[in-house]
């Protein structure tokens, strides 16, 4: 009896019935995929992104805290900072590219995402940068 299961889950599954709405559903994905259009940050928030990794790459904690809220400045120390940038600078200054991927909007901010690609063929970093009303609220690099 299982093999005439598989036989008729085999014949369903090729059936023409099932290629149609296969085809049917393949060309509306096709379709909303054409529709959504590619998402770039806005050209501040762009500046505001790169700015923080260009502080980072050189080692300047003033420049990295000047865009954040009252809250970013208390909770981001210059000791944490140089940790990162000592971490990072290296791999930041042998080339990189960084990708925009989304926009979200969380908790009354707008969060950014971006992927972070270094020309060192090292592991991958996801940026993360959380705005409100255009000061820094969060920078996080996973």
């Known amino acids: 009896m299982n093999k005439i299961a598989l036989v008729l889950a085999a014949v369903l599954t090729m059936s023409p019935l099932t290629l149609?709405?296969?085809?049917?559903?393949?060309?509306?994905?096709?379709?909303?995929?054409?529709?959504?259009?590619?998402s770039q940050p806005e050209q501040s928030v762009q500046k505001t992104f790169t700015?923080?990794?260009?502080?980072?790459?050189?080692?300047?904690?003033?420049?990295?805290?000047?865009?954040?809220?009252?809250?970013?400045?208390?909770?981001i120390t210059q000791q944490t900072f140089t940790q990162v940038s000592g971490q990072l600078a290296p791999r930041l200054k042998k080339g990189y590219s960084a990708v925009f991927v989304t926009k979200l909007n969380q908790q009354g901010y707008q969060v950014y995402l971006w992927k972070l690609t270094f020309k060192d063929g090292s592991d991958d970093i996801l940026a993360r940068l959380s705005l409100k009303a255009g000061k820094v609220g969060g920078f996080w690099l996973n």
């Not at 149609?20 to 590619?38: H, M, R, W």
């Not at 050189?58 to 809220?69: A, D, M, P, R, V």
């Open 51 to 75: 700015s923080l990794i260009n502080a980072i790459e050189e080692n300047n904690y003033n420049k990295f805290i000047s865009q954040g809220n009252a809250a970013f400045k208390e909770g």
């Open 20 to 38: 149609g709405l296969e085809k049917d559903v393949q060309a509306a994905v096709k379709e909303q995929v054409k529709s959504t259009p590619v």
